[in-house]
């Protein structure tokens, strides 16, 4: 059985960098495609980034362009998303998800994870 775990978040300050990691179990990463998303309470789980099986290609969406980078180590099984700059506004309980291609879309994604909070404090 597949499973997707996500770690890394926690409180940080404005202006501070945070890693979040991905971990796949059940099944070899390479074989999946790997997106991130985020959910602030009362409003829609938004796209933030994805990755190809091999890591060659990325894709962003636009508030997260140039902010965030997402990268893979398929050895360890893990995607990461290195986030700098936070905002407040970046505040959300931030999503993995696994899936056969590079989606933009929460539920084109196989199998997904329960979330890591990420609080940015003014």
């Known amino acids: 059985q597949v499973q997707v775990v996500e770690s890394g978040g926690g409180l940080v300050q404005t202006g501070d960098s945070l890693r979040l990691s991905c971990a796949l179990s059940?099944?070899?990463?390479?074989?999946?495609?790997m997106g991130w998303f985020r959910q602030v309470p009362g409003k829609e789980r938004e796209f933030a980034a994805t990755?190809?099986?091999?890591?060659?290609?990325?894709y962003y969406a636009g508030p997260m362009k140039g902010r965030f980078t997402i990268s893979r180590d398929n050895a360890k099984n893990t995607v990461y998303l290195q986030m700098n700059g936070l905002q407040p506004e970046d505040t959300a309980v931030y999503y993995c998800?696994?899936?056969?291609?590079?989606?933009?879309?929460?539920?084109?994604?196989?199998?997904r994870g329960q979330g890591t909070q990420v609080t940015v404090s003014s």
């Open positions: 990755i190809s099986r091999s890591g060659g290609y990325k």
């Open positions: 059940g099944h070899t990463a390479s074989e999946y495609a």
């Open positions: 998800a696994a899936g056969s291609s590079t989606y933009d879309k929460w539920d084109l994604y196989d199998y």
